[in-house]
């Protein structure tokens, strides 16, 4: 089966940030004629305006937009069946280098904070480690190439062309109707192979046992992070399930951790039945903690941490060598480093930052003050993540009374459960909340988030016009349109402002805040998510817990 042409797809026009740009740049958010919030305008009933998207021919388009274009509507083409096969025939052909004995591969599942532990794992040992580390990790926030770095550094546009060209062509050769989320797999082993990587870091997409990354046979170490109530359509409606499904990342002969909020019992018997060399706690590796620390509901990056740090001391144990210059074995590295290492955290993980907004100042005339706004973003997208959130706020920002939630949605999460859980920080108070909604096909849509809580009914959000509105019938500016209203108000009020929810909320919200990353072109963005209905990757209309 053949993958679709970007000829065929409609797109918008846009440029890609500069890769060269500083990481912040200080936006003022002021109060001017071509950025000022009427309030009278965000409430219920009252629509901001939007602005439209100019088309783009084919002609116009690099070849990373072409490919990349592809590559999010293969889904639309190629229906994902549930197992392996496709994975499996794609590795075979590249030469299995994730199976190969000089690569230490570190596997990492879990419903929440398997991002964060992979990024720590990864960046401790490329730090300290002195071996070259290879990262796969999903989703991205602002361009696809986050999902495969080397290093610290995401690949280059040049790279992606080079071999996810080369994946196709795979693929239309073999007949293999490989889905988005196999072929990006797919693309990271073979750019980790030929760059020469010593050590993978590889982070689960959805699950584990089903998984894309789950071809790997001889994991140096799979880790568990937590289990908690996802994707339950897909992995099952109970812990227990769920967690039989991450486990299943477990190999025979094989070591595995687990962080403390996954059930230890139920993966103990997986382990079991896996034939997993030995089941570690970061208790067995690191001994109780001791002395005054925070618990992982008041800050969840602790516990993140604690994993990582058990995850790189079980590493000295592996003894297989690794190619970098000569044979030999990743460096012992002190309790000092691997704690300096471990401190990293993933972009809108509680990311903490300070934005200046221009606001009327109260003389009567027209002059401006600026004051600095304190923001706070946080991909809290599920019930566990909510209550990590919030219990995270309490500890940071006590006085509840002076926050104010940015909040957009996945369509497949718990709306009543987490919006419930906002209004009760915010004490009831809707008029605290601003409801957006991403432009990709898995968001929650306003109206739904509002149906399935009556109780956010006096919240802003954003009414567009029939000619606002992408391809998909979603608003390109609303998450835009309100981080700028709830930056104003926050400013008037001396409030915090916190923006929440799914991921794909947050690449508008980081420019809007004046964050300079590169973001790939709306060219791009017109397409991403094109054939995702409820989860990273599509598993049909089947139950995985059946296969």
């Known amino acids: 089966m053949s993958f679709p042409s970007s000829a065929s797809l409609a797109a918008a026009d846009a440029s ?77 052909i590249l030469g299995r280098p994730m199976d190969r004995p000089e690569i230490i591969v570190v596997h990492v599942a879990g419903s929440n904070g398997k991002g964060s532990v992979a990024l720590k794992t990864a960046h401790t040992l490329q730090r300290y480690g002195e071996v070259k580390v290879g990262l796969f990790v999903s989703p991205h926030i602002s361009s696809f190439r986050e999902r495969i770095q080397i290093d610290g550094a995401p690949i280059s546009e040049s790279q992606v062309v080079a071999h996810l060209r080369e994946i196709f062509d795979i693929c239309d050769a073999g007949g293999i109707a490989a889905t988005f989320f196999e072929v990006t797999t797919a693309l990271a082993f073979r750019i980790f192979d030929v760059e020469g990587v010593d050590v993978v870091v590889l982070e689960t997409g959805l699950g584990g046992r089903l998984d894309a990354t789950n071809v790997i046979r001889r994991p140096a170490l799979s880790v568990i992070t937590s289990i908690g109530l996802e994707h339950t359509r897909i992995l099952g409606d109970t812990i227990e399930l769920i967690a039989l499904e991450k486990g299943g990342i477990m190999k025979r002969g094989c070591p595995a951790l ?45 516990e993140n941490s604690r994993i990582a740090t058990a995850a790189i001391r079980l590493l000295r144990s592996h003894r297989e060598g690794i190619k970098s210059g000569g044979e030999r074995r990743v460096k012992l590295l002190s309790s000092e480093e691997i704690a300096k290492g471990v401190q990293i955290r993933p972009p809108c993980r509680f990311e903490e930052l300070d934005v200046p907004v221009s606001i009327p100042a109260n003389d009567g005339g027209s002059s401006q003050v600026t004051k600095v706004v304190r923001v706070v973003l946080d991909v809290a997208h599920n019930p566990q993540a909510m209550d990590y959130l919030i219990v995270k706020l309490r500890t940071n920002y006590p006085n509840e009374e002076k926050l104010r939630v940015v909040l957009g949605m996945s369509a497949d999460k718990d709306l009543k459960y987490c919006t419930d859980i906002l209004l009760n920080h915010v004490g009831q108070h809707p008029e605290k909340i601003h409801l957006v909604e991403a432009s990709h096909p898995r968001a929650a849509s306003i109206s739904s988030i509002r149906e399935a809580n009556p109780q956010l009914v006096g919240c802003h959000y954003c009414i567009p016009k029939e000619g606002d509105l992408n391809l998909d019938g979603r608003d390109v500016s609303s998450v835009s349109k309100q981080v700028r209203s709830a930056l104003q108000l926050a400013a008037a009020n001396d409030e915090i402002v916190v923006v929440c929810g799914t991921v794909f909320i947050m690449a508008d919200a980081r420019e809007e805040l004046g964050i300079v990353e590169p973001r790939d072109s709306a060219v791009i963005a017109a397409v991403a998510g094109a054939g995702f209905r409820s989860s990273q990757e599509n598993f049909g209309d089947g139950d995985a817990k059946k296969a």
């Open 16 to 92: 890609s940030w500069s890769s060269s740009s500083p990481p912040f740049r200080a936006r003022n958010h002021a109060s001017s004629a071509n950025t000022s919030i009427d309030n009278s305008n965000i409430d219920i009933g009252h629509p901001q305006q939007t602005s439209k998207r100019e088309g783009s021919s084919e002609a116009s388009m690099s070849d990373y937009e072409r490919l990349v274009r592809r590559l999010y509507t293969t889904n639309l083409f190629n229906p994902v069946k549930l197992g392996l096969e496709n994975m499996d025939r794609l590795h075979e």
């Open 258 to 302: 687990l962080g403390r909020n996954a059930p230890f019992d139920v993966l103990r018997r997986c382990a079991e039945e896996r034939g997993v060399s030995r089941l570690f706690t970061c208790d067995d590796v690191l001994g109780p903690a001791v002395g005054p620390t925070l618990t992982s509901l008041e800050d969840y990056d602790v």
